[in-house]
């Protein structure tokens, strides 16, 4: 499992360091879209979906990443308050009881990808772009999240957890 993880955790790395870039440079296409409107009325016609499709990375590949570091989003007012086997079930519980929605994530979006890819379906934008392309986020992202909870699930039950749940 070791090696999983680590392989896991390269990934889970790479992809919150592009979410970071993304989430970066999402202000940045704005203020250059907001100054050509209003400075030189030339407003771009692609700020927007680009816009868009450099938010649904952030929000779809990154809560795997999150949830396996512990980072994740939760309400930590009982859990924080237990220590030892208490607290690692508890710990566990919350891990793995992201589980259905991910796989629901998973097979949904991969339907919904597909169904995308076989009409051909295009942005209605000048970019055109590939659906099947933007809706790919939604099962890859499920599936970092079901490998994710899996991890973190494993990983509270070994020596890292451990140290982790004593803290």
Do not use: C, K
Request: charged share 10%.
């Amino acid at each position: 499992m070791s090696q999983v993880s680590h392989a896991l955790a390269f990934v889970q790395n790479s992809i919150l360091g592009l979410s970071a870039a993304a989430l970066f440079t999402l202000p940045l296409i704005t203020a250059y879209d907001v100054a050509l409107r209003y400075l030189f009325h030339a407003p771009t016609i692609w700020a927007t979906e680009i816009s868009i499709y450099l938010l649904q990375f952030a929000v779809f590949m990154t809560p795997g990443a999150l949830l396996t570091s512990g980072n994740h989003l939760r309400v930590t007012f009982w859990i924080e308050n237990r220590t030892g086997l208490t607290r690692r079930l508890a710990e566990t519980v919350t891990a793995l009881a992201v589980l259905p929605y991910a796989v629901i994530l998973v097979w949904f979006g991969t339907v919904y990808t597909l169904r995308a890819f076989e009409r051909g379906m295009l942005s209605p934008t000048l970019l055109q772009v590939p659906m099947w392309i933007v809706y790919s986020l939604i099962p890859l992202g499920g599936l970092l999240l079901v490998l994710g909870a899996l991890v973190r699930g494993f990983e509270l039950w070994t020596e890292r957890g451990e140290t982790e749940v004593r803290s």
